[in-house]
């Protein structure tokens, strides 16, 4: 059974950075395409960001480009959200999802709370 734990989430001042990781365990992770989603109250999941499996190739959202980052390190199982310059409407549950063909797995999220 695919697992996916996130962590790094929490609280941060507007304008400040957070790094979220999720690990993979029981996928050949070098095979998923990787994104991350965020679930905000009262609202829709939404694609923040994604990683391709071959070349790496990076997508992002309008909301978060220029400010986010993704990488994988497929050494060790595990995707990475690299949050900077953040803003009050970036609060949300933070989920990570692999995806391959019709397979598609998620954590259980992370939470991330920008407030003043």
């Known amino acids: 059974q695919a697992q996916l734990r996130e962590s790094g989430g929490g609280s941060v001042q507007p304008g400040g950075s957070l790094r979220l990781s999720c690990a993979a365990s029981?996928?050949?992770?070098?095979?998923?395409?990787m994104s991350w989603y965020r679930q905000a109250p009262g609202k829709e999941r939404e694609l923040v960001a994604s990683?391709?499996?071959?070349?790496?190739?990076?997508e992002y959202s309008e909301a978060v480009k220029g400010r986010f980052t993704i990488s994988r390190d497929d050494a060790a199982d595990m995707v990475f959200l690299q949050m900077n310059n953040l803003r009050p409407e970036d609060t949300a549950v933070y989920f990570c999802?692999?995806?391959?063909?019709?397979?598609?797995?998620w954590g259980q999220g992370t939470p991330v709370t920008v407030s003043s």
């Open positions: 990683i391709t499996d071959i070349g790496g190739k990076v």
């Open positions: 999802n692999a995806q391959f063909g019709a397979l598609s797995h």
């Open positions: 029981d996928v050949t992770f070098r095979l998923y395409h």
